[in-house]
């Protein structure tokens, strides 16, 4: 009987100490993975690199490919903000004054100025008055065919001006001499100091030499083909004579512009 007891006693305190091994393993294991979990999370490096750390004699070579493709369409179909700059280029003689434009009518410019076809103001040329007592009598002709700018044709060497007036016609001053047909023109400068006192008597007539105008050719160009010519001889201030001729065949045929 004592024996059983004793037998039961021993199984007690063996469950007992089975217990308490039980509980201590179960505590102690908990405490481990308690501990070394943080230092498990904290090495997150790539098993890859790892095997590549392992294998690293010194040289350390660290290549990083970096591949990133942005690929942004933007399609905005706003007509509001599309911008076209499709201003007009100025129009002179609209009546509005635009880009360099000085002026679209003579008001827009001074007293003494106009506005010309370019828009700009201009110095108001003088009002001219023809001459009642002087008028183109005849003209001479340079005796060959002159060639001027590209063109052949009849040069002009002598002006004869009759005095239609009942005074002597006395002039002293600068001549401004024009010819012009439906394409061409030419105009020619004789200065006063060129051309002297001009004195012509009652119903005489004088010559008028162009070989003193201004420019290197001598003459007055009244161009290359047959029909008329306009001869305008304008003097200092406000005066001119006006004069027209019809020039024929015999004309060219006869400074040889055949």
Known sequence: MDRDKVIAGVLVVSLIF???ALIGVVGLTGLVLYVTAPAAT??????INAIDNTTNTGTNTNTNINTNTNTNTNTNNDSDNTTTNNDPDPVCGNGVLEGDEVCEADSDCGSNEVCNASCACETKPPTLSVLDD???DSLN???ICI???GEKGIGVSQ????????DIFDYSGGLTITSETDSEIDRVLIAGTKLGDLSIKKDATEWLYLNKTTRTEKFLYIGSSTGDVTIKIQFSGDRYIEYTKNLRSQDFATVHCE
């Not at 904290?42 to 098993?47: L, N």
């Open 18 to 20: 089975l217990f308490v």
């Open 42 to 47: 904290a090495d997150s490096t790539p098993i």
């Open 134 to 136: 002087l008028e183109v």
């Open 141 to 143: 002709f340079v005796p």
């Open 147 to 149: 060639e001027f700018d």
């Open 159 to 166: 002006i004869i001006l009759k005095n239609t007036g009942s």
